[in-house]
């Protein structure tokens, strides 16, 4: 139960031994607290017969409730130590796994998450999100890009266009598109955190420190917007796996965005892989 | 230009906001995803064919892609013991990538050891790293790949490098790999 720390010399995250869920994260002399799980909302339900009725699906995502839940504590965790890189393996029951990794010295971290076929013969939808805290100061705000390029701040229950009355929809009603990046500033610390996509997500910020990116999802219901079909995948059997990955950094503020363009580029046009096999020798090959 | 007309058409189809959204009835999503694999076969002879003429010995190399590695399964290094790996870098910049190659275990079920040179005959720090088990079991994936060789290639900018790997008997510069599995009060 002793906790135990991924490394590369230029950023750490340290586990809680006894959860084995993150507790730290630690860069160029800046160090926060940083707690990341992988938690599922249940998808309202509703009857569709009027707005207050409304059904999460295809079109809209409404989760019943405003905190998600927790498949419990992973089920499974293996560490393993490379030259190359270093990763923790965590399972979580049967449909959901994650792999956390830091390669050579990159300062980025990677969660590369496998959540699927997920469980529905319970009767209930769920969304699936990877969910982030820092002890950060961000004051109701947080920032997503704009198909890569500017970032646009957004407040939370608060529009810029006009002014929102009551929100009804806490969680839903923070959400906002995802294409390549999020991330958080604390002005006062000067420091950001900044968690990049590899495909287009819904994502938010619900309380203050907090980041969350829908991962999977499977709804049971028809929300009558006009797909005329729930989002489950039954004609699939068992239902669909979703793989990705989510790359983290831990930064200054002047000095994010230019690491941030980089790796975004990185991940954007990753390298074309092809295979060949051979008989030649090293020496005919070099 | 045939071939790469179809991907064209593919592209221009998916652009529809069903397709960009997820909001298409689940047989039509079924059938993007057959459109843009066909367009992906029709444009695959194109690259490879680029690939080989750039490559000196190009004409002589079998080139086949793996377009099951996300979920580590990869035909040509699972069954072959010596293969070329080429990786072409469409980034204006070097760049220092993660190779991950699916690879089988070894008979006794343990970690293989392998071996992989660049183009100057210089061999590279590897890992084998075990294949989490929740990927080993996802529904359809056939493959006999258990571990993933990792290792960082230096690539050009927009150009490619070549990595010879090979089955060795014993481990050279891949580092012994530490495993530890954190284990509850229970």
Known sequence: ?286 | EENLSQMRQVMGVNMHHDAVTGTAKQHVTDDYYRLISLGLDATWPVVRDALKSMMEAGQTLEMSRCPFLNISWCEVSERENTLILTLYNPLGRPRSHPARVPVPASENGDAPAYRVYDHTGAEQTVDVMPIPSPVLTVPGRSSSAKFELVFLASLPPMGFANFYITRADSKSKSGDLQETEVMDDN
């Open chain 1, 1 to 286: 139960t002793a906790d135990f720390t991924l490394s590369n010399g230029e950023v750490s995250v340290t586990f809680n031994g006894k959860t084995r869920t993150t507790k730290g994260m630690k860069r160029n002399g800046m160090k926060r607290e940083f707690t990341q799980e992988l938690l599922y909302y249940i998808s309202m339900e509703g009857n569709n017969s009027a707005a207050g009725f409304r059904a999460s699906g295809a079109y809209i995502f409404r989760p019943n409730g405003k905190d998600p839940v927790s498949p419990g504590e992973p089920t499974r965790t293996i560490v393993y130590r490379g030259d190359v890189v270093e990763e923790v393996h965590q399972e979580y029951g049967n449909w959901l796994s994650q792999v956390t990794r830091l390669y050579g010295s990159s300062p980025w971290l990677e969660m590369k998450w496998l959540v699927g076929p997920i469980p529905f013969q319970d009767g209930v939808g769920k969304e699936v999100i990877n969910r982030m805290h820092l002890d950060m100061a961000t004051g109701g705000k947080f920032h997503t890009d704009s198909n890569g390029r500017e970032s646009l701040t957004r407040t939370r229950d608060k529009r810029d266009s006009f002014t929102l009355g009551e929100e009804y929809e806490s969680v839903a009603g923070n959400y906002y598109p995802i294409n390549s990046r999020l991330f958080l500033r604390d002005e006062g610390q000067g420091t950001q955190f900044t968690v990049l996509t590899d495909r287009a997500q819904g994502g938010g910020s619900i309380h203050d420190g907090e980041l969350e990116l829908m991962i999977h999802r499977r709804c049971l219901r028809d929300d009558a917007f006009g797909v005329g079909e729930a989002l489950n995948e039954t004609a699939h059997g068992e239902g669909l796996v979703a793989s990705g990955s989510h790359y983290a950094l831990l930064s200054e503020v002047n000095e994010g965005m230019d690491m941030i363009k980089e790796e975004e580029k990185r991940i954007f046009y990753e390298p074309l892989a092809v295979f060949s096999p051979t008989t030649m020798t090293l020496q005919d090959f070099t």
